[in-house]
């Protein structure tokens, strides 16, 4: 059974920064795709960015030169840091892994990231 672990979600004040963590336990295949995900109140859950197991990164445009996505493949764990941070950015942020034949992939029980104004 595959288990995503989030962490490092808070309140911060505009312009300031978070470092999200999230930690894969379980059987997953070498190859694969790790990802970070957000939903705002009333809005669907949108993609934030995503990393492969190659290094590979995709965005969204609301985050690019903002958000840095990274992992550590040795221990199955992808990392959001969050940098000038905005209320926009106010949601909960799930992680996701996903590979071939796991459908949508797995996914966090999600860290709610608040950001004042």
Known sequence: QVQLVESGGGLVQTGGSLRLS???????????????YRQAPGKQRELVA????????AQADSVKGRFTISRDNANNT?????NSLRPEDTAVYYCNARWSGSGTGYWGKGTLVTVSS
Do not use: F
């Open 22 to 36: 999230c930690a894969a336990s379980g059987t997953i295949p070498s190859i694969n795709i790790m990802g970070w």
């Open 50 to 57: 995503v990393i492969t197991s190659g290094g590979s990164t």
């Open 78 to 82: 992808v990392y959001l840091q969050m």
